[in-house]
């Protein structure tokens, strides 16, 4: 799935339609929020496609990704003064940071320092649009992996990747991708 072309275009296409459309769905709003949530999504939902293959997440990408989303949000809280979105985006960044790194330090075969910034990258998106939303779509995420580790039975991951014993890896990277769009979305909607 992830060397598909076709599979990596319907994803994000997909992903950015829902965002653009759930925001543009609530009436007028600043189109520089729109232009970066949009971003966003298209940054997440690959990020989703390559942990899913790969096992792995990007530092570059989701550094980019970060910067990018972070500077919009701040131009289009510039623009029409509505300060709140990028403070609430940086809090939900925190809280991301501080549960993520915190979890990451204490069980390293885990979670990767890669799902942290994945974490934080989502938590910027959904914070700009909500903080309690960001809060349920931080906890709900691995929640979600860990119930679908015990059904699934992915592809057996790189050699490079350190597996618990006798656990079965998953990545958390689609998990938080999907709770994050779908959190945008509800709020949008």
Partial sequence: MTGSP?????VTGLASGAVACGLLARGPVDG????ALVGWAVA????????????V????????AIVTTGGGLVAAGAL???WQRPLGAAGAVGVAAAVYGTWSLLSPVGIGFGDVRMACLVALGVGARSLPV????????????????KY?????????TAIPEGG??????PFLACAGILGVVAVAI
């Fill in 57 to 64: 997440l990007p530092t570059p990408i989701l550094r980019v």
């Fill in 32 to 35: 520089a929020a729109v232009a």
């Fill in 152 to 160: 699934w039975r992915p592809v057996r991951p790189p050699m490079t």
């Fill in 6 to 10: 076709r599979a990596w275009a319907l």
């Fill in 80 to 82: 029409s003064g509505q």
């Fill in 44 to 55: 997440v939902s690959l990020l989703a496609l390559i942990d899913a293959g790969k096992f």
């Fill in 168 to 173: 079965i890896p998953i990545p958390l990277g």
């Fill in 134 to 149: 960001a809060l349920v779509v931080l906890a709900w995420a691995p929640l979600a992996a860990a119930l679908m580790g």
